[in-house]
């Protein structure tokens, strides 16, 4: 027979390791890259900046990326890679490399979107940043939706509020 004192100890032994299988499942690979918005308004003619971002594993020194627009009403007024970074072209992909690691988070580049002066109201389009790979390892694509939209679009909400 098992006494008392030893049954508490399996029944701990038990729930600790039970814990610590549960916590392996349950833990997700970090390594994503992401925009600081989820979506993104701007006006004919307006150039609205949006960083993009890595969230990782573990620092890293070598980041590769194509970044494209799906609109032909959106482009690029430029990109503007972290100052850590030396950047590589290489065909259509960027590859960004850092003497010393970064850390997860870190800001990777900024994007300055701009609407054209003749874009159509209601246009959307995206931002995609594709074929990414952190020290080569494969990441998912990360798409931002732009939206073409007027003054009255964007502070029709502002108005609203404020007559409530």
Known sequence: MIGDSMKKRLIVFISVVFCFFAFLVNVKALNKIYFDSEDLSVMPGET????????????FTSIKMNVITTSNSINFAGITYNEAFTKTNNGSSVILTSKTPLKSGSKVATINVK??????????????????SLNDVQLENASLSVKVLSLIHISE???????S
């Open 48 to 59: 609205k900046e949006v960083g993009v971002y890595v969230d990782s594993d573990s620092s």
């Open 157 to 163: 909400p502002t108005r609203l509020a404020l007559i």
């Open 115 to 132: 609407a054209i002066d003749s874009a159509t109201v209601g246009t959307t389009g995206y931002i995609r940043v594709s074929n990414v």
